[in-house]
């Protein structure tokens, strides 16, 4: 039951150049999306959320698109430092669906310096 | 900023033992949730919790699995005869109201079961 896609195991970027992150998804009924960071040794950390009514959300240096029609959400990470290096979870929620939140299986972000 | 806390940070148990896993969430939240990633696999809902009961869970919290809130500050995951397979992070997490308010998750414990 793959409800969340994270279809890139790993990402490697230079530092101060931009990080993509992809996610796709299945169930239309999807109402919130979120993205979580996640340290080794640490619980998933909330980095920043979009509502399937809108397109992008931007946070700093982060932003989420969302592309309904293809199912498809990205965070893009500009410029990226060394200190984002973690895994990265895609989640969603829907009222339909339930009081959870459904993960990807992660992409881990390696950041050069 | 106030935190999710979970106790222990590893519990190493035999097949067929008990093991209980405790944390606090944060107190004024009322959605209270487990979690578990096995070694490489994804983040897995287990069960959530509201108004001092349970109000979903997963396939994978059967009758083996149980949670409380004994007092008006802890959580905690009790798993009555552990498998190999329950190897894995567990995490406790909070929200303040639905969960498209976002989840705070505690550091996990890490359960080994030999």
């Known amino acids: 039951d793959q409800q969340v896609k994270q279809n890139s195991p790993s990402l490697s970027v230079q530092e101060g150049r931009i990080s993509i992150l992809n996610c796709d998804y299945t169930n239309s009924m999807f109402d919130y999306f979120l993205w979580y960071k996640k340290y080794p040794a640490e619980g998933p950390t909330f980095l920043i959320s979009?509502?399937?009514?809108?397109d992008k959300n931007e946070d700093g240096r982060f932003t989420v698109f969302l592309n309904k029609s293809a199912k498809h959400l990205s965070l893009h990470i500009v410029p990226s430092q060394p200190g984002d290096s973690a895994v990265y979870f895609c989640?969603?929620?829907?009222?339909?669906?339930?009081?959870?939140?459904?993960f990807g299986a992660g992409t881990i972000l390696r950041v050069k310096s | 900023e106030p935190e999710v806390t979970q106790t222990p940070s590893h519990q190493v148990t035999q097949m067929g033992q008990e093991v209980i896993l405790r944390c606090v969430p944060i107190s004024n939240h009322l959605y209270f949730y487990w979690y578990r990633q096995i070694l490489g696999q994804k983040v897995e809902f287990l069960v959530s919790?509201?108004?001092?009961?349970?109000?979903?869970k997963s396939e994978i919290f059967d009758d083996q699995f149980s949670v409380e809130r004994p007092d008006g500050s802890n959580f905690t995951l009790k798993i009555r005869s552990t498998k190999l397979e329950d190897s894995a992070m567990y995490f406790c997490?909070?929200?303040?109201?639905?969960?498209?308010?976002?989840?705070?998750f505690g550091n996990g414990t890490r359960l080994t079961v030999t």
């Open positions: 997490a909070s929200s303040e109201e639905r969960p498209n308010s976002p989840l705070h």
């Open positions: 979009i509502s399937s009514i809108k």
């Open positions: 919790f509201y108004n001092n009961e349970i109000s979903e």
């Open positions: 989640a969603a929620w829907g009222m339909e669906y339930g009081n959870k939140l459904v």
